[in-house]
């Protein structure tokens, strides 16, 4: 029996990052605000807001920070009702909750997407706030979404920690709310082990974040010049101490440029497992969303979308009951070797492809 191969290590972080770490390593210098200017997180805030076409970016400690700093930015009251996906990821209701707010779940479909009829039906009064998870790299309808949203005067959050370099109708997924938040935690498109970063593109915003992240006393000189945006919120705001180290940064600088790259692999990597799984009669993988959008259909990030690794591609199974699905567990088993398997290769199948011989779907 052919073994699967190993899909979970990381890649190797770019050589470019090691004079840049042993700098760090003599100097001792890990604090983001010990330099007077021009320190790694400073240079990576700025080269990340470049690649998303943001006026602001603020590196932080997880995209589970980013998320709860921008609720705080936002100056929802207390136990505010946020919409929130579904279809997320534990740490989305808790940044949430974290931020003294009630998350309100809304459905998604057979597709992972938002239920447009039933966020429309929720988007109630009470809701201040909308946090948009881009899950597994599902893009919802963010042009219906940003619609009742804006009609509102309600803001959009999105969580594109799964989605980084994805597109939406030519737009940059995070760019389309007012802030975006990603993730920079192992299994991430960029891993540092942790971190995460926010953007946006209103002063009064990233100063209030910037300020709560921890930029104490008059720390927040070090973030650019916003006019009076800074001056206001001084001593005003409580500090959660979020920020990111000059070590992270050190190890994501490098990684930035390879993320259309990564992004391409794990497309291609995605489509050709969704192929051979799609054959299944007990599988369904859900199509990308039309006209005119990025497939967003993979993760990304979740994987790394290196020649090792695939996109995750979410499938459901088509059994309707559960006697139905108990007989499935050899399909089941067989599932899961075909994604560690097929993972493995960057391009088309092999001549010797076992898929042929053994795969049973």
């Known amino acids: 029996m052919t073994l699967a191969p190993n899909v979970y290590d990381a890649e190797p972080i770019p050589e470019q990052a090691r004079a840049e770490i042993d700098k760090l390593l003599k100097s001792g210098d890990l604090f983001r605000y010990t330099a007077p200017q021009n320190a790694p997180v400073t240079l990576l805030e700025q080269e990340f807001a470049d690649v998303m076409g943001a006026r602001f970016a603020l590196a932080v400690s997880s995209c589970s920070a980013a998320l709860f700093l921008s609720l705080k930015a936002l100056d929802l009251p207390r136990d505010a009702h946020v919409l929130v996906p579904a279809f997320t990821f534990a740490a989305v209701p808790s940044a949430v909750v974290h931020a003294e707010c009630t998350p309100v779940l809304v459905e998604v479909g057979d597709n992972y997407r938002v239920d447009m009829a039933d966020f429309e039906a929720k988007l109630t009064g009470d809701i201040k706030a909308i946090i948009i998870s881009h899950m597994r790299g ?21 969580d594109a920690a799964h989605s980084l370099g994805t597109t939406w109708h030519g737009k940059k997924i995070g760019t389309i709310g007012k802030i975006g938040c990603f993730s920079f935690q192992s ?14 593109d209103d002063p009064d915003l990233i100063a209030r974040a910037v300020i709560m992240s921890g930029a104490y006393e008059h720390n927040w000189k070090k973030h650019g010049d916003l006019g009076d945006s800074f001056a206001k919120w001084q ?58 959008t990025t497939r967003t259909r993979f993760d990304p990030v979740q994987f790394g979308g290196n020649e090792r690794r695939t996109g995750f591609v979410i499938c459901r199974c088509k059994c309707r009951t559960r006697r139905e699905c108990s007989g499935l567990w050899p399909v089941a088993r067989q599932c899961a070797r075909i994604l560690e398997l097929a993972v493995s290769w960057r391009a088309a199948r092999p001549a010797n492809d076992p898929f042929d011989a053994d795969a049973g779907l």
């Open 138 to 158: 599902h893009t919802s309808d963010m042009d219906a979404i940003m619609a009742l949203a804006d009609a509102r005067g309600i803001p959009v959050i999105e």
């Open 187 to 200: 299994y991430k498109l960029v891993n540092a082990g942790e971190g995460g970063i926010l953007i946006t």
């Open 235 to 292: 001593n005003k705001l409580p500090l959660y101490n979020q920020r990111l180290s000059n070590l992270s940064a050190a190890i994501i600088r490098p990684q930035l440029p390879h993320i259309s790259q990564r992004v391409a692999d794990g497309r291609r990597n995605h489509d050709y497992l969704a192929e051979i799984i799609s054959a299944s009669p007990w599988i369904s993988v859900p199509d990308a969303l039309k006209p005119g």
